[in-house]
């Protein structure tokens, strides 16, 4: 999967709550002074990538996403933990219990959670 600048992924993330938005809702959206022909321009970027679909009503367009968040939030991780922990979850686990990004209830619950998966996949 493709990856995004951050103002393409700040629009991505206001068309995947949106669904169905218009270039002028994202503009709204983003509650900022940035044109509408730039946030146009992102979204025709987003189109080209393969994020982004639209049906045209006359010379409006209706943007909807082609991606799932869960399928880009699920690549994106991927590659942060293969670029930034040699691809090892448990690096990525141990950094965020090291610099207290994930308290100890929290890592308590995950256990719990892992344990539920271990158990499922025993059956």
């Excluded at 992924?9 to 995947?16: L, S, Y």
């Excluded at 270039?23 to 994020?51: C, H, N, W, Y």
């Excluded at 991606?67 to 699920?74: C, G, M």
């Amino acid at each position: 999967m493709k990856n995004l600048t951050k103002a393409e992924e700040q629009i991505m993330q206001i068309i995947w709550q949106k669904d169905r938005c218009l270039v002028r809702d994202i503009v709204e959206a983003l509650d900022m002074t940035i044109p509408q022909t730039t946030v146009s321009s992102v979204v025709r970027i987003l189109e080209r990538k393969g994020f982004v679909g639209h049906k045209a009503y006359g010379k409006t367009y209706e943007y909807f996403p082609l991606v799932a968040k869960q399928d880009f939030k699920k690549s994106s991780i991927k590659t942060w933990i293969n670029n930034y922990f040699e691809g090892s979850p448990q690096q990525l686990v141990s950094f965020l219990v090291t610099e207290n990004e994930l308290k100890l209830k929290e890592l308590d619950d995950l256990m719990k959670q892992l344990e539920g998966i271990k158990k499922a996949k025993t059956k």
